[in-house]
């Protein structure tokens, strides 16, 4: 795997001592998708700060937002304009966001539509203490990895024409795709942990 590359252990439905084991074996970015769930773990884990970076990687509340921008240093969920604005009241010092996008075009997805999203990013990146450092999505479930390629592909090419720095993109089942098509952080889970017991 490329240097370039962030592996995000995706942490959702695993103790913190679980998190710790996967901590002393190197690994030092970790994502959660509950801000519940992740508080009490992060509190559970303060002293591996500050050698941990934590990630927001799920769909956050804007009225989880306050405590949200206490917990995570990175927040790759951003969905809305109104979501950033609230961020940007609470957050007490420089948080680097990304823009979710939902390339596909799912129902059942939230984040910018492809349509949305260059305004997004312009109107975002004025807002105090939000450093927009990039483009998220997540790729439709299916049966054959390539299926998605286009929908990395596509989010590469957005990224590109925002000038921005990072695509996370990828998780378990499609991230040698993902990587292939200029992922900069995984969000893997699965793969490292196994089934989640909760």
């Known amino acids: 795997m490329p ?5 995000v252990a995706v942490t959702k439905g695993f103790e913190a001592s679980i998190i710790k084991t996967a901590f002393d074996c190197g690994i030092k970015n970790f994502g959660e998708n509950r801000v519940q769930e992740a508080e009490e773990k992060i509190g559970q884990l303060s002293d591996l700060k500050p050698d941990v ?3 927001m990687v799920g769909h ?3 009225n989880k937002a306050k405590t949200a921008v206490e917990l995570f240093d990175i927040i790759h969920s951003v969905d809305s304009v109104r979501l950033a604005e609230i961020l ?6 420089p948080l680097p966001v990304l823009l979710e996008v939902n390339v596909s075009g799912e129902a059942t997805k939230g984040g ?3 349509g949305e999203i260059a305004a997004a990013v312009e109107e975002i990146s004025q807002l105090s203490d939000l450093k927009v450092m990039g483009l998220m999505t997540i790729a439709p479930f299916v049966s054959e990895p390539e ?3 286009p929908v990395f592909r596509k989010l590469r090419e957005l990224r590109d024409s925002l000038r921005l720095e990072h695509l996370s993109m990828g998780m378990t089942d499609d991230f040698e ?3 292939e098509e200029g992922a900069t952080m995984l969000r893997i889970g699965r793969a490292i942990f196994g089934e989640r017991r909760q």
């Open 88 to 93: 940007s009241r609470r957050v007490q010092k």
């Open 177 to 179: 795709v993902a990587v």
């Open 3 to 7: 240097d370039e590359i962030t592996l």
């Open 147 to 149: 299926e998605v390629r």
């Open 53 to 55: 970076t934590w990630h």
């Open 112 to 114: 910018f539509s492809v």
């Open 60 to 62: 956050l509340q804007s």
